[in-house]
């Protein structure tokens, strides 16, 4: 069971920063709205799984990257 929590927040905004992408970049990038992306990186909104892909792809990582605990 994956478990999406402030660590998986956290690391999307590590891999965008990675990646020098701004917020903008990103949120265009995948299809994501630039608020909701906001919300995301806060932690003051879980993404949905499906959202989970779009954010791993457009960071060039995979979702175990994202979620890993390890």
């Known amino acids: 069971m994956i ?4 660590t998986v927040c956290r690391r999307i905004v590590h ?14 990038n995948v299809g994501v ?3 909701h992306l906001i919300s995301i990186e ?3 909104r879980i993404p949905r799984i499906s959202e989970l892909v779009q ?3 457009g960071l060039g990582v ?3 990257d994202l979620v890993n605990n390890e």
């Open 33 to 35: 709205n630039l608020k």
């Open 3 to 6: 478990i999406i929590n402030e």
């Open 42 to 44: 806060a932690g003051s």
């Open 62 to 64: 995979s979702i175990n």
């Open 15 to 28: 891999y965008r920063n990675k990646c020098n992408l701004t917020r903008e970049d990103l949120a265009s």
């Open 55 to 57: 954010l791993a792809a």
